[in-house]
């Protein structure tokens, strides 16, 4: 079986969204996900730049028309985060677009606005330019402040 493109950094990605999700539940803005994602990536040591500017080129020049990517980790994963009740093909394609625009073959699609779930999606493009979802997941966290102490 084919070891999966940078296993350990989505691993690690995934990790930090799971205690952004644990410390602050659903509710919140995207604004406020992402700011504590940037914390949490910090906390861990994950390499990490928060609104970073995808260029695209057009026959080699840049259009004026850019993306803004809300994360880029390990200066080759990008991160797209969400606060949605469900992930949706339009937020896929968004993801896949920012990936062509920059060639970088893995991205993570993380929505924190699902009640009592943290929905995650890593996607990649291949070098044929094939699309395909390598994971989908919903994971159910319990917030532990959310268990009161009998």
Not at 1 to 28: H, P, R, S, W
Not at 44 to 62: A, D, F, V
Request: net charge neutral.
């Amino acid at each position: 079986m084919a070891e999966l493109l940078y296993k350990d950094e989505v691993y690690a990605i995934i990790g930090a969204a799971m205690e952004v999700y644990n410390q602050l539940g659903t509710g919140f803005l995207e604004p406020v996900y992402q700011e504590a994602m940037e914390i949490e990536t910090a906390y861990r040591k994950i390499p990490s730049k928060s609104q970073q500017e995808i260029i695209i080129l057009y026959k080699g020049k840049p259009l004026k028309k850019h993306y803004i990517a809300d994360l880029l980790c390990y200066e080759k994963i990008i991160v797209e985060i969400k606060a949605m009740d469900r992930l949706s093909s339009r937020e896929e394609s968004q993801l896949l677009n920012y990936l062509k625009a920059t060639g970088m073959p893995v991205g993570l699609l993380i929505n924190f606005g699902a009640e009592n779930d943290l929905e995650w999606k890593r996607m990649v493009v291949t070098l044929a330019g094939v699309h395909k979802r390598q994971v989908s997941t919903r994971l159910s966290i319990i917030n532990p402040k959310a268990i009161s102490e009998d």
